[in-house]
């Protein structure tokens, strides 16, 4: 996911990935794995704040991935429940 500079700070990509981690949760889904660079500060506080935890690192020709990934089995996924509301 990429948010348009103009939209940044705004809350919207916390709304995407809560929506997103939503569908998933509702849909029978275990978990969500995501990845960005490790160069994108903001990317990694989103996905740490929505309650992903970083699992591992890759380098894919001149980047560095970070892997984060979210169980979603066995807990209850809400905006409560992350600490988002």
């Known amino acids: 996911m990429r948010i348009a500079p103009e939209c940044r700070r705004q809350g919207v990509g916390l709304r995407l990935c809560q929506t997103l981690v939503d569908w998933a949760?509702?849909?029978g889904l275990?978990?969500?794995?995501?990845?960005?660079p490790s160069n994108?500060?903001?990317?990694?506080?989103?996905?740490?704040?929505?309650?992903?935890?970083?699992?591992?690192t890759s380098v894919v020709g001149p980047a560095e991935l970070m892997w984060f990934d979210l169980p979603l089995r066995g807990a209850v996924r809400t905006a409560?429940?992350?600490?988002?509301?």
């Open 25 to 27: 949760y509702d849909n």
């Open 40 to 56: 994108n500060p903001p990317a990694r506080s989103l996905y740490r704040k929505v309650g992903f935890t970083e699992v591992g």
């Open 80 to 85: 409560v429940a992350a600490g988002l509301s």
């Open 30 to 36: 275990e978990a969500v794995l995501t990845n960005t």
